[in-house]
């Protein structure tokens, strides 16, 4: 499975951002999909994933009711609404993608939101 994200940028606190993430190859394989990301000087973390199947949705305690994830499994692909940004959210964004047998990431896309 190869993951390609897009929709990355620089914006102001308030604003919004769309991030998109394409999967190819086995995609019949995964289970579930999701985006992570990964601050200056932190650790990866969650931040919202999404099943295949019901497209049942799990999100980070500090995104909810700001972030919104998508998927449309016709097209292999998840999106990230995310509406009022706060400078705490700035980070790479990686889209993950799971199946039973193991994990893949994409490079990710650097999301910066100035105050």
């Known amino acids: 499975v190869q993951l390609a994200e897009s929709g990355g940028g620089l914006v102001q606190a308030g604003n919004s951002l769309r991030l998109s993430c394409g999967a190819s190859?086995?995609?019949?394989?995964?289970?579930?999909m999701g985006w992570y990301r990964q601050a200056p000087g932190k650790q990866r973390e969650l931040v919202a994933t999404?099943?295949?199947?019901?497209?049942?949705?799990r999100y980070a305690d500090s995104v909810k009711g700001r972030f919104t994830i998508s998927k449309d499994m016709a097209k292999n692909t998840i999106d990230l609404q995310m509406n009022d940004l706060k400078p705490g959210d700035t980070a790479v964004y990686y889209c993950?993608?799971?199946?039973?047998?193991?994990?893949?990431w994409g490079q990710g896309t650097q999301v910066t939101v100035s105050s």
């Open positions: 190859g086995n995609t019949f394989s995964i289970l579930t």
């Open positions: 999404i099943s295949s199947g019901a497209g049942s949705a």
């Open positions: 993950s993608a799971n199946s039973l047998l193991r994990g893949y």
